[in-house]
Every structure is written in C-alpha cells, then in structure tokens.
C-alpha cells in the first residue's frame, strides 16, 4: 500500500474510532497518520489531519494541545490555499471553539 493511502486509511479510521467514542484509539491512530503525514511532506494532509487529531484532544479534555493543532493546521492551509475555502472555516471554528473553552477544560 502506497504512503498516502495508509495515511488515508489510519485517518479515516481514527475518525470512526472517534465517532464510536473509542478516543484513546482515535488519538492512537491520528498520531500515526500524522506523524506519516509529516514524513511525506504532505502539508494540506498534514494540516487535515491535525484538525481531526485536535477534535479527539479536545473531546479527551486537552485544549490547550488541540488549539495548538487547530492554529498550526490554520496557518498550513492559509499559506498553501488561503482562507477563503471550507477547510480553512471548519478548522477556524473549531479552534475558536476550543479556545472558548480552555479556561473551563481540564487539560
């Protein structure tokens, strides 16, 4: 299997561990396709990734780390493609969603 169908396929079914409300699975399997995402050199994948891997941080209660990846996985998409597209909004409100609620979560 080439790289970027693994990485594909780890992201995909960290998102269905993360649906199933398996988090420790879900941040497992983000963790690898992130770190392969990197790896490659692949940014708008990595940034893609590092959206979904800051929704399992956040759920589990770790803010602080999930804002980190929300705002890195910003800056990745407004230097690659601007910020006029749907990732860039759903990654911003997530991280404006977290950042909210930092003061309240138990990192």
Known sequence: MCAAKEIGTLNKQGMAALTSGNLMNAEFM?????????????????????????????????CSEAA????????????????????????????ESTKQGVHSCAA
């Open 68 to 95: 980190s990846l929300f705002a890195s996985a910003m800056r990745t998409i407004e230097q690659r493609i601007g910020v006029e597209n749907k990732l860039y909004a759903s990654i911003r409100r997530n991280f």
């Open 30 to 62: 983000l963790h690898q396709a992130l770190r392969r995402a990197r790896a490659l050199g692949a940014d708008a994948f990595t940034a893609k990734i590092e959206n979904n891997l800051g929704l399992v941080l956040n759920a589990q209660g770790k």
